[in-house]
């Protein structure tokens, strides 16, 4: 299959491109320092330019940016006057302590929107003290009713995936996708069965921070380490560690006519059967995040890239 052709959500009828948008970045101050490093109308230059390149899903939350991600997104389409497909998260505080909170939460997230319902409602982690079960009755009673189209979880191990698709499947609903954080930096999907068990069930896996937070670009190095929050999860040594993982994107990337390391790094996660949604705080980073569609890595070049990631993360 190309990467340029669509794929379906889990058993959903909904179908997207293998490359979608995340929005953390708009809006969020803490780790992505909004306003300093971008603006609104850089935000809006990244969703003008994910369109330009027929990139029309876009992943947002409550949680980012206290609900400024989910405004400026919704803005951002009535303005384009296009359809898109939504996704949304539900963030299941202490205090939201009973499965009716969850209602309130996505009238809330749909108002920030703009939008009468929304393609796909997430629960952004599992916490407690509400069951999965609970969740999942919630979600179903809000796909009956109109203002979810289909239902996700992000964040569930493997267990917690086949609790909610079976208590999904008691109301005749499909768990459609698990959003997890997958790269070349962090595999542990594979290891854990988690990956395996979405395949069997047909849920569709939707890989966050799929250049791990930039890391995978290539910017970044011992020597030009990231600012911010970021600084304290990637240290000194680490990027020294993956530079060699580094080099090989940047030598698999010339083989695919000056393809970029994010490019190849995005690439890969789509050879791996997950639609990823890498962020763009402008319309040059959205414009080369969409050059990871249209060319497919072989068999050969992503097994060459799972050892080197191996070698380097191990």
């Known amino acids: 299959m190309s990467s340029e052709q669509l794929v379906s959500l889990g058993a959903t009828d909904l179908q997207i491109a293998p490359l979608g948008v995340g929005t953390w970045q708009w809006g969020d101050r803490q780790m992505w320092s909004y306003t300093k490093t971008h603006t609104e109308a850089d935000a809006r230059a990244a969703f003008q330019a994910s369109l330009d390149s027929k990139i029309f899903f876009f992943d947002t939350a409550e949680a980012y940016g206290t609900g400024l991600s989910e405004?400026?997104?919704?803005?951002?389409?009535?303005?384009?006057?296009?359809?898109?497909?939504?996704?949304?998260?539900?963030?299941?505080?202490?205090?939201?302590?009973?499965?009716?909170?969850?209602?309130?939460?996505?009238?809330?997230?749909?108002?920030?929107?703009?939008?009468?319902?929304?393609?796909?409602?997430?629960?952004?982690?599992?916490?407690?003290?509400?069951?999965?079960?609970?969740?999942?009755?919630?979600?179903?009673?809000?796909?009956?009713?109109?203002?979810?189209?289909?239902?996700?979880?992000?964040?569930?191990?493997?267990?917690?995936?086949?609790?909610?698709?079976?208590?999904?499947?008691?109301?005749g609903v499909p768990l459609a996708s698990n959003q997890v954080q997958y790269?070349?930096?962090?595999?542990?999907?594979?290891?854990?069965?988690?990956?395996?068990?979405?395949?069997?069930?047909?849920v569709s896996i939707i890989a966050y921070s799929p250049i791990a937070k930039g890391m995978l670009t290539g910017k970044y190095t011992p020597e030009n380490p990231p600012s911010g929050l970021r600084s304290r999860i990637y240290s000194r040594g680490y990027l020294e560690r993956i530079q060699p993982l580094i080099k090989l994107l940047r030598n698999l990337g010339e083989k695919y006519d000056g393809k970029t390391p994010s490019q190849v790094a995005l690439n890969w996660v789509i050879c791996k059967g997950a639609?990823?949604?890498?962020?763009?705080?402008?319309?040059?980073?959205?414009?080369?995040?969409?050059?990871?569609l249209g060319w497919q890595l072989t068999e050969d070049d992503v097994d060459v890239l799972d050892r080197m990631s191996d070698e380097v993360v191990s």
């Open 183 to 202: 790269s070349l930096l962090e595999r542990k999907i594979e290891k854990s069965g988690l990956m395996a068990l979405c395949r069997e069930l047909n």
């Open 71 to 171: 405004k400026l997104l919704g803005a951002f389409i009535r303005e384009s006057g296009q359809t898109c497909v939504v996704a949304t998260k539900f963030m299941p505080l202490p205090w939201r302590a009973w499965r009716g909170t969850l209602r309130g939460a996505l009238r809330a997230s749909l108002s920030r929107l703009g939008l009468e319902k929304v393609q796909l409602y997430q629960m952004h982690w599992p916490f407690p003290p509400v069951p999965i079960e609970a969740w999942m009755d919630a979600m179903a009673d809000a796909v009956r009713d109109g203002l979810v189209e289909c239902v996700g979880v992000s964040n569930y191990s493997a267990e917690q995936t086949r609790r909610a698709h079976a208590a999904l499947a008691l109301r």
């Open 275 to 292: 639609i990823a949604i890498p962020g763009a705080k402008n319309a040059r980073q959205a414009q080369e995040n969409a050059g990871a």
